[in-house]
T-cell receptor, first 115, second 114 residues
Framework: AQTVTQSQPEMSVQEAETVTLSCTYD???????LFWYKQPPSRQMILVIR??????QNATENRFSVNFQKAAKSFSLKISDSQLGDAAMYFC????????????FGPGTRLSVLP | DTEVTQTPKHLVMGMTNKKSLKCEQH?????MYWYKQKAKKPPELMFV???????INESVPSRFSPECPNSSLLNLHLHALQPEDSALYLC?????????????FGPGTRLTVT
């Protein structure tokens, strides 16, 4: 079975600074997808960024980028120019490419942004 | 319109009550999901509907009964719940169950069982 680990239960960053959230996963599959989801307090969960395992290029979405290290099974999220609205719970998630949309979520990292 | 709506936002029910949670999407998605989320924990998948048929039931107790009346609507019927069932119940949808499609989440129903 696949597992996802987020070793930082809580993190904080100064506004306008850069922060990196870590995620590692364990799988024996070669084809899969990885996601970062953001859940702000009392608001709905939204997709931040996703990465297909077969793509070597790291995904980027505006201020958000990932460092995908397939051999190390690592998938960290970098947030540049942090904004107050980035404060949220961030979940790393794994999904097999061979089956349906059953996510394996990590335990989450709560990010605080300090003004 | 990339919205998944859920009603009610909050629900308090006794252990002998029967209530229902409702989820709606108008994005033409053919897969819909129910998740349960306890405080400070990730969502846990409960049910998956694909093309209006129940595809996955993650060993959920029978006091939770899902229903998919049509492709836009998903209900979760609740009966004889326990206090430990208190949680945030999230609905989500995606274009299809297979393939790399984004799941869109609703805001959730916060359920308290007394």
């Amino acid at each position: 079975a696949q597992t996802v680990t987020q070793s930082q239960p809580e993190m904080s960053v100064q506004e306008a600074e850069t922060v990196t959230l870590s995620c590692t996963y364990d799988t024996s599959e070669s084809d899969y997808y990885l996601f970062w989801y953001k859940q702000p307090p009392s608001r709905q969960m939204i997709l931040v960024i996703r990465q297909e395992a077969y793509k070597q290029q790291n995904a980027t979405e505006n201020r958000f980028s990932v460092n995908f290290q397939k051999a190390a099974k690592s998938f960290s999220l970098k947030i540049s120019d942090s904004q107050l609205g980035d404060a949220a719970m961030y979940f790393c998630a794994y999904r097999s490419a061979n089956y349906g949309q059953n996510f394996v979520f990590g335990p989450g990292t709560r990010l605080s942004v300090l003004p | 319109d990339t919205e998944v709506t859920q009603t009610p936002k909050h629900l308090v029910m006794g252990m002998t009550n029967k209530k229902s949670l409702k989820c709606e999407q108008h994005m033409g998605h053919r897969a819909m999901y129910w998740y349960k989320q306890k405080a400070k924990k990730p969502p846990e998948l409960m049910f998956v509907y694909s093309y209006e048929k129940l595809s996955i039931n993650e060993s959920v107790p029978s006091r939770f009964s899902p229903e998919c009346p049509n492709s836009s609507l998903l209900n979760l019927h609740l009966h004889a719940l326990q206090p430990e069932d208190s949680a945030l119940y999230l609905c989500a949808s995606s274009q299809d169950y297979y393939g790399i499609y984004e799941q869109y989440f609703g805001p959730g129903t916060r359920l308290t069982v007394t």
